[in-house]
């Protein structure tokens, strides 16, 4: 079996795409799906999740909630504008009941189930707000000896969304997120709105998905909001599926061309707030000017044209 993997996810509808490429991947063991609020509130991520792992065939696969808003400072908005009201362009009525009961462990105890079974460290990919990581971490150290890498979906180096500084993720929970990818000791890629929005996916490609088969019409028919507010981003017809590109790196470690850079977070309460500082300076590793915490991994690049074919093969059925 090949990459053992937990989404902590809001969906949302780049994540409906990106939780579908790891369940319909029969390379991916997926130990588990944790929530968090972000994209709508918690109930609706939690609800999305568990109904699209069953549209998936993954009733197998538990969810368990986790947290319902920010560490420190309550969140100001969700993405509900892009995303639409019910977090899948108003189409979750499409998709059928879970008949897989909600997990009564909350997302931090599922997580650490989970790792302290498995044989082998456990891949993460934190697609939404990193408050149920970080919870995860501090309330139990000891998790990060089994966790192989967090592939985090977040932060820009050039530019923000959320904010002209910020990235949504980031922005939802700064607190959170300096933890994660500043405090932690804990091996990280990070996959920003630079590389992400690169790997935008044009009609032709939405086109395949629907003619794919139902698991695909499915998918395509959550996208509508989220396509037209991209529309709108780019001026012409494509759709960012940031999710779907972090969970391609998870479970194909290498697809993304990484660099190696520390990466702050501005928790301040000003315009930056939510900013991810990429340190491109080519300072030595003991220079007092060097942003604090620990190099981590930025994905800086990849082949545009296969990562959208890697994905496309795998929600199509193509690579099964
Ligand atoms: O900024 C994009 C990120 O925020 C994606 O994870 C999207 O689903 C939203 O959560
Ligand atoms: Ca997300």
């Not at 920010?70 to 100001?76: D, E, Q, T």
């Not at 923000?160 to 890629?189: H, K, M, Q, Y």
């Amino acid at each position: 079996m090949g990459t053992k993997l937990i989404i902590d996810t809001d969906p949302g509808v780049d994540d409906a795409l990106a939780i579908a490429l790891a369940a319909l991947s029969p390379d991916v063991d997926l130990l588990g799906v944790t929530s968090v609020f972000g994209n709508v509130p918690l109930d609706r991520t939690t609800s999305n999740a568990r109904r699209l792992l069953e549209l998936f065939g993954r009733a197998d696969v538990p969810v368990a909630a986790g947290a319902a808003r920010p560490l420190v400072y309550s969140k100001p908005r969700d993405a509900k504008e892009v995303h639409g009201g019910d977090g899948l362009s108003g189409h979750s009525y499409t998709l059928p009941e879970a008949t897989r009961p909600l997990e009564e462990r909350d997302a931090v105890r599922l997580m650490l189930d989970l790792l302290e079974a498995a044989d082998e460290p456990v891949t993460i990919a934190p697609i939404g707000p990193l408050t149920n990581i970080a919870a995860l971490l501090a309330a139990h150290p000891g998790a990060a000896a089994k966790i192989a890498r967090l592939v985090i979906m977040g932060g820009g180096v050039t530019f923000g969304n959320s904010t002209t500084a910020a990235e949504f993720n980031i922005w939802s929970d700064p607190e959170s997120a300096r933890r994660v990818l500043v405090e932690e000791d804990v091996p990280v890629v990070l996959v920003p709105l630079d590389l992400t929005h690169r790997c935008a996916v044009d009609a032709d490609w939405l086109a395949k998905l629907a003619a794919s088969g139902p698991i695909g019409a499915t998918l395509e028919g959550l996208t509508s909001t989220y396509r037209q507010h991209y529309t709108r981003v780019f001026g012409e017809d494509r759709m960012v599926m940031h999710d779907a590109v972090a969970v391609a790196e998870a479970i194909s470690p290498g697809i993304l061309h990484t660099e190696t850079y520390r990466v702050d977070v501005d928790c301040g309460l000003g315009p930056a707030r939510g900013q991810t500082l990429v340190d491109r300076r080519r300072l030595g590793e003991d220079d007092p000017q060097f942003s604090p915490g620990r190099p981590i991994e930025v994905a800086m690049d990849t082949d545009l044209d296969g990562l959208r074919g890697f994905v496309l093969d795998r929600l199509t059925g193509a690579a099964r």
